[in-house]
């Protein structure tokens, strides 16, 4: 009788707390999404003024653009390690494709690549402005290759 | 200029000196071919030289902005002048088509249903094509294609590539809907190439399967028309309309996207 009573109890305990345990699923993949999106927005509070010099809407700075490659090359590798927990089925809204976790060994050789041109650019501010924004460029390229094919475009 | 006089003598002697909208033309008369054996018929202005640079000129701007938008960053300046170039000669089509000579109205080659059938009808046989301008299938494909440039061209100035470059009107609106709109330049640039794909088969299925030359005609404007067509050959090219209105809209594109925007957002602190 009293075993009866324990396993219905457990079953009863189990089933309430699936959709806790659904919950939390979804709470994990949304806290990885956030990582992910915070991550990217610090690369962009690095990458930004380096833009507001190519622009012309903030004089070129050879020591900022040399400071914040640097960062940038230091934030870049973390993005890999940010995009480890598959988030392809949890249905949250997110711009990042299912295809990274089919091509994960691509997405971390762009990232690598992104990284190695950042390094080039904090290089780069040693001759001048213009071989900085050369470099800037390469950079921009290295960040839009994995714009093009694991961000979506709606 | 020596041809306008001498299409300028033709029509005057048939007593019509304005523009007379044409009649419905279709599915009779093959005196076209019989004709051109026996002697080479006249040339007459069909195609107006405005109308003319436009359809080439937009022939550069497409071809150049697809090349652009592929060739990575040195190249998006340019690719936004493509398409600055493009939404101005679209504007100055639509304006074109109320103020131009006959064959680039809206009014004579825009048609109701009972025409468009009777046009796909004449489509598939090999008999060459009787209309002068645009046939009615033409003459909507020609609007949907304004439509389809037009929209590209106006979602462009609100989007950016997420990295160096932005158009215009980036900074009005939200990253969300910037996304929405970069989604729908990119499906619509899909659509544009469909569009174009057809364009080129139709027009080489006219050129070598209709017998019906295309091509020349909208490099030289002229087209031998039959006897009771010549009536329907333009007579002038309205060249100082076109040069005021695509003056006009050359101007406003440059203040559109030029002076009016908002300044670029500083988005760094």
């Known amino acids: 009788m009293s075993k009866v009573v324990i396993a ?19 709470e994990q993949a ?34 900022v653009v040399k400071n914040n490659a640097g960062k940038v090359a230091v934030l870049l590798p973390m993005i890999p390690d940010v995009f480890r927990k598959d988030t392809r089925d949890s249905g949250l809204e997110t711009e990042a494709l299912d295809k990274i976790w089919d091509n994960m060994s691509d997405f971390q050789a762009k990232t690598e690549t992104a990284t190695e041109r950042a390094l080039a650019l904090a290089a780069a501010t040693a001759d001048g402005q213009e071989a900085a924004m050369k470099a800037f460029g390469a950079l921009g390229a290295g960040c839009k290759g994995c714009h093009d094919d694991y961000r979506q475009q709606n | 200029m020596r041809w306008v006089r001498a299409v300028k003598a033709v029509t005057t002697t ?11 033309q279709g599915v009779t008369s093959r005196r076209n071919e019989s004709e051109k054996q026996s002697q080479p018929a006249p040339k007459s202005l069909v195609w107006d030289l405005p ?16 090349i652009t938008a592929e060739a990575g960053f040195d190249w998006t300046e340019t690719h936004f002048l493509f398409g600055y170039t493009s939404l101005g000669l679209v504007v100055f089509r639509i304006i074109w088509g109320f103020i131009g000579p006959t064959h680039a109205r809206f009014r004579s080659f ?15 046989n090999r008999s060459p094509s009787t209309y002068i301008g645009h046939n009615p299938i033409g003459g909507w494909s020609t609007v949907l294609f304004l439509a389809v440039v037009a929209m590209q061209a106006t979602t462009g100035l609100f989007i950016s590539d997420d990295i160096f470059y932005a158009g215009p009107y980036n900074g009005i609106v939200s990253s969300a809907t ?8 990119h499906l619509n640039f899909n659509l544009l190439q469909a569009l174009v794909l057809i364009h080129l088969s139709a027009v080489i299925w006219y050129q070598w399967g209709k017998r019906t030359p295309l091509i020349k005609p909208m490099i030289t404007g002229k087209k031998a028309l039959t006897d009771e067509q010549m ?29 009016a925007p908002p300044p670029a957002p500083m988005s760094f602190f």
């Open chain 1, 8 to 26: 219905l109890a457990l079953c009863l305990t189990l089933l309430t707390s699936l959709p806790a345990m659904a919950a939390d699923a979804e």
């Open chain 1, 30 to 63: 949304q806290a990885a999404i956030d990582t992910r999106q915070g991550l990217l927005k610090v690369v962009v509070n690095y990458f930004g003024p380096i833009v507001g010099m190519a622009r012309g809407q903030i004089p070129y700075d050879g020591d």
């Open chain 2, 14 to 24: 048939t007593a019509n000196k304005t523009d007379p909208p044409a009649p419905i």
């Open chain 2, 51 to 66: 109308t003319r640079l436009f359809h080439w000129l937009l022939v550069v701007c497409l071809a150049g902005s697809w």
């Open chain 2, 110 to 124: 825009i048609k109701g249903p009972a025409h468009i059938f009777n046009s796909a009808r004449a489509l598939l």
């Open chain 2, 178 to 185: 910037a996304g929405n709109l970069a989604g729908i330049h």
């Open chain 2, 231 to 259: 009536d329907n050959a333009i007579t002038h090219n309205y060249l100082l309309r076109a040069v005021i209105s695509g003056s006009v809209v050359a101007a406003a594109v440059v203040a559109l996207v030029q002076f």
